[in-house]
């Protein structure tokens, strides 16, 4: 089997035209004719996630977010990225990139979020139509837990579900929960949306200040749960899905990744 195979079964499960326009998925960096028999999945190409594939024998990564984002003006291996570009080419790896095609997939990251948290009858949080489709997804997902729950007891929930210490809330804390929102990785900022949408609770990865602010000050409450963990629960579940597609495949989850946030 080659980069192309995979390249293709990703388009019917993540539909590559369902990346939002600023981003950039795909064919990151090598041939989609190259062989493959071992493929490392990760959240970030980082210089020792290249380093574990190469001594683990991938001859490709899938990463999450996109290894090239902005426009390179020269491969320069002075600096880390060209470093890291040289190296992936002398070692034969190719690297493939899913991303916010994979956010709003069905069965995709939000999806796989608002599963990991036990959330039933979800929907659209915000939708979302992918230019040139008639495609009905969402940004974000809303669902519900089975019975009210306190707010300190879901937060125990979702700290284990995943594997956190630490999470931070921002606005005024309900005392019950049940109806909740889910936004994996950056919240879009669209807290008017959200607002309309009443959850008790929205969980994301990432917000900003002057966000934050203002949801506080909106009356919503929100949690950020930071945005590696929001997003790395997708990977074993697309090891899952690529080794019932293609039995052959040996898929290895990255074991050097971490989270650049800790905390002390
Ligand atoms: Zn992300």
Request: charged letters at 25%; aromatic letters at 6%; glycine letters at 8%.
């Amino acid at each position: 089997m080659n980069v192309g195979d995979i390249i293709n079964y990703l388009n019917e499960i993540a539909p590559w035209q369902y990346a939002e326009e600023w981003d950039s998925v795909g064919l990151m960096v090598g041939s989609r004719n190259s062989n493959v028999s071992k493929i490392l999945l990760c959240m970030d190409v980082t210089s020792d996630v290249i380093s574990e594939a190469v001594e683990n024998g991938a001859q490709m990564i899938l990463s999450h977010h996109p290894f090239i984002f902005s426009k390179l003006k020269a491969i320069d291996m002075e600096n880390f990225k060209g470093e890291q570009i040289v190296k992936l080419i002398k070692s034969n790896v190719t690297v493939v990139s899913a991303h916010t095609n994979l956010d709003t997939a069905p069965g995709g990251v939000n999806d796989t979020l608002a599963e990991t948290l036990h959330l039933i009858n979800c929907h659209n949080l915000k939708p979302y139509i992918p230019k040139g489709s008639n495609c009905d997804l969402g940004m974000g997902k809303i669902g519900e837990l089975l019975d009210y729950k306190s707010f300190d007891d879901f937060v125990k929930d979702i700290k284990k579900n995943l594997g956190i210490e630490n999470l931070r809330i921002i606005g005024k804390k309900p005392e019950k929960v049940k109806n909740i929102g889910v936004f994996c990785g950056s919240f879009d900022g669209d807290l008017e949306n959200l607002k309309s949408r009443k959850v008790d609770v929205l969980v994301t990865g990432d917000i900003k200040y002057h966000t934050a602010l203002d949801a506080a000050q909106m009356g919503l409450c929100i949690v950020d749960a930071g945005h590696f963990a929001t997003e790395r629960i997708i990977l074993h579940k697309l090891k899952d899905t690529l080794n019932k597609r293609f039995k052959e495949l040996d898929i290895i989850c990255s074991k050097v990744e971490i989270d650049p946030f800790t905390f002390a």
